[in-house]
């Protein structure tokens, strides 16, 4: 198989554009308030009430199937209510990576109990799930991990901790990768994933503010949590191979092209008055998107072979470095041509939605895999490495 084919071209079928009117609508009303600069955060912002709104019009899980409370509808009506969101800014995050890679991890890993119990509460937005991946000292190294899960009578007890992750101290649930034999040296062996309820004794939420005055990242931390042996999804010392399966939902999705889509945009509304036209200005909105058009077309492309069951590992990840390349650039073009105004001429919310941009744009290459350990991932795929 050539390298091309794995790079050819999709697009979204008719019949699931044509939710988009109705998304679209709807959260114009629902975030009708919300400022510029709150909208950029996005699938980072928090609204526990939003989740429970989109989980009555049938918007979360909607890929799952209708027996376990979900839509039964195609990856591709997925990617459009996830366009959508982002485009509008919808504080999604509390249900986000329960949607996006959770509840798809326990439908094809879970037992049935655990189907039953977790992805109907997924699908209502009422259970929220963290991920348990990156550890202090071990940056984007999963296999060096050494949070471990000991068998014992009642399951597993659990000791080690957790660093950035998303809306932990939001969240009742984390799918931890966790070590249930052998040591770190022994890399991808021994590893396993684990269902954590973050009431449990022992475990401590501590979030992490960033530069923006946010704090969406935390620290957790586990001693000697008691974990029932309905904890482990999958089976046990599979966890890489899960783990990696479960990326590819993670890093080949829209908000990996989105991120500065609303500053963009209202850039964008800017450009286009009397006022705000420069040739420099209209130059760099075309530069813009001959670089997004492309990109969205390789992200659908890559939906398509996971809703037909593949695991597009390389392809993925290069969807997320070429899109978080252009996530960071796009912030810090914006800010050239703005500060080369008179301050005067600048509409004060597009600085602030600016200000927000610029300093979360830092984190678009580390989450999700750093820039090194993709690139790293693209070359051993090309047969390079």
Not at 50 to 68: C, E, F, H, Q, V
Not at 83 to 100: F, K, Q, T
Not at 299 to 312: D, F, I, M, N
Request: net charge negative; hydrophobic share 40%.
């Amino acid at each position: 198989m050539s390298t091309l084919d794995s790079l050819a071209l999709t697009r979204i079928p008719a019949e699931d554009e044509a939710l988009r009117a109705e998304v679209r609508a709807f959260l114009q009303e629902a975030i009708a308030d919300l400022p510029a600069h709150i909208r950029a955060r996005s699938w980072g912002g928090y609204s526990s009430a939003l989740s429970r709104r989109l989980g009555d019009k049938g918007w979360i899980g909607i890929t799952l199937p209708r027996a376990y409370g979900g839509g039964g509808r195609s990856a591709f009506t997925r990617y459009v209510l996830v366009e959508e969101y982002l485009a509008c800014g919808a504080p999604v995050g509390s249900h986000w990576i329960a949607d996006r890679q959770s509840a798809p991890l326990i439908l094809k890993y879970g037992t049935e109990a655990q189907k039953q119990f977790y992805i109907p509460r997924v699908c209502k937005g009422e259970a929220f799930f963290c991920i348990g991946m990156s550890e202090p000292n071990a940056g984007s190294d999963l296999a060096s991990v050494k949070t471990r899960a000991v068998p014992n009578a009642q399951g597993f007890v659990l000791n080690g901790q957790k660093i950035w992750t998303t809306n932990a101290h939001h969240c009742q649930y984390m799918i931890a990768l966790v070590r249930t034999s052998g040591t770190s040296e022994d890399r991808h062996q021994g590893l396993s994933q684990v269902i954590v309820d973050l009431s449990l004794p022992g475990v401590t939420v501590r979030p992490i503010e960033d530069l923006s005055g946010d704090s969406h990242f935390c620290e957790v931390f586990f001693d000697n949590v008691q974990l029932g042996p309905d904890a482990l999804i999958g089976a046990e010392g599979q966890g890489w191979e899960q783990v990696t399966a479960e990326l590819a939902f993670e890093r080949s999705g829209p908000e990996r092209l989105f991120s500065s889509i609303v500053l963009f945009d209202q850039w964008l509304g800017y450009v286009r008055t009397p006022q705000g036209r420069t040739d420099s200005a209209v130059r760099l909105a075309g530069k813009v998107l001959t670089q997004l058009a492309p990109l969205r077309a390789m992200s659908v492309s890559v939906q398509e072979k996971l809703t037909q069951g593949a695991s597009p590992i390389v392809e993925a990840a290069l969807v997320k470095e070429l899109g978080t390349t252009l996530e960071q650039m796009i912030p810090a073009a914006i800010a050239e041509d703005l500060f080369a105004r008179e301050a005067e001429d600048v509409p004060v919310e597009l600085l602030m939605t600016l200000k927000y941009v610029t300093e979360a744009s830092p984190s678009f290459s580390l989450r999700g895999g750093t820039r090194d350990i993709l690139r790293g991932m693209i070359a051993r795929g090309l047969g390079l490495r």
